[in-house]
């Protein structure tokens, strides 16, 4: 069951989010040592790492991970290792051994085969030999899709082993990107999607319905998924 929480607007779901962040990951680190984060990309997250940045935590204990790259260098502006850099990783001086970064300037499929590489090496192995990261904040297009995963794309039946894939055919610029595949998705231990704005509202109600290749949000493991959403986002008057 999708744990879905309602906000009256942006501002709000920004420090809902960064503070269910922080709680997220002082609990794991406190259970198991060290915390698994991965980060996305896009407009909706860059509040919520600004905030983030200023919560108590002990970023010590905490890897950090990217779920999705444009095949960008990093200091362009569309790379998302670049926003996460800006917004939260400096800020919170986090040091650069912690945080692995998806090397998008190598093309779809070297900076794919690398980075499953780390994954299945750095991080600890359950559901079925997957990596299982503890937390994975998404954003939510407004067709439906997360990270790079999007509707329709023959990315969503990516064999169970496949932990992280080249696309070449984004339908939004730039057309070659990374992404975790979407059984490292579920796998997760939690992940956390956040959704501002009435261009989203059509895109949630999708994801709350019948799972779909042509909404693959909706394809997440519902019961390890929240929600935050902003009264605007919402398709109707649903209790947080």
């Not at 607007?9 to 698994?36: K, M, P």
């Not at 796998?187 to 779909?212: E, I, N, Y």
């Amino acid at each position: 069951m999708t744990h879905l929480t309602t906000c009256v607007d942006a501002e709000t779901v920004a420090r809902r989010a960064a503070s269910a962040i922080a709680r997220q990951l002082e609990s794991t680190r406190a259970e198991r040592g060290v915390a698994h984060l991965a980060l996305s990309g896009g407009s909706t997250p860059t509040r919520t790492f600004e905030l983030l940045a200023v919560e108590p935590v002990d970023w010590s204990g905490v890897e950090v991970w990217f779920a999705d790259e444009r095949c960008v260098a990093p200091e362009d502006a569309e790379s998302n290792y670049r926003l996460a850099s800006e917004t939260l990783l400096v800020p919170a001086a986090i040091g650069s051994a912690r945080v692995h970064r998806m090397e998008g300037e190598l093309g779809p499929e070297e900076a794919a085969r690398r980075y499953a590489l780390a994954l299945a090496e750095d991080v600890a192995l359950r559901d079925g030999e997957l990596p299982v990261l503890d937390l994975i904040v998404l954003g939510i297009g407004p067709d439906g899709h997360v990270a790079s995963l999007f509707p329709g794309a023959a990315t969503l039946n990516a064999p169970q082993q496949e932990l992280c894939l080249g696309v070449h055919d984004s339908p939004k610029p730039p057309p070659e990107r990374v992404t975790l595949s979407l059984a490292v998705l579920r796998a997760a231990r939690r992940c956390l999607l956040l959704a501002t704005g009435a261009g989203k509202a059509d895109a949630v109600s999708a994801m709350l319905g019948q799972p779909s290749h042509h909404v693959p949000a909706s394809l997440l493991r519902r019961e390890r998924l929240t929600v935050i959403a902003d009264d605007a986002a919402l398709p109707g008057p649903i209790d947080g």
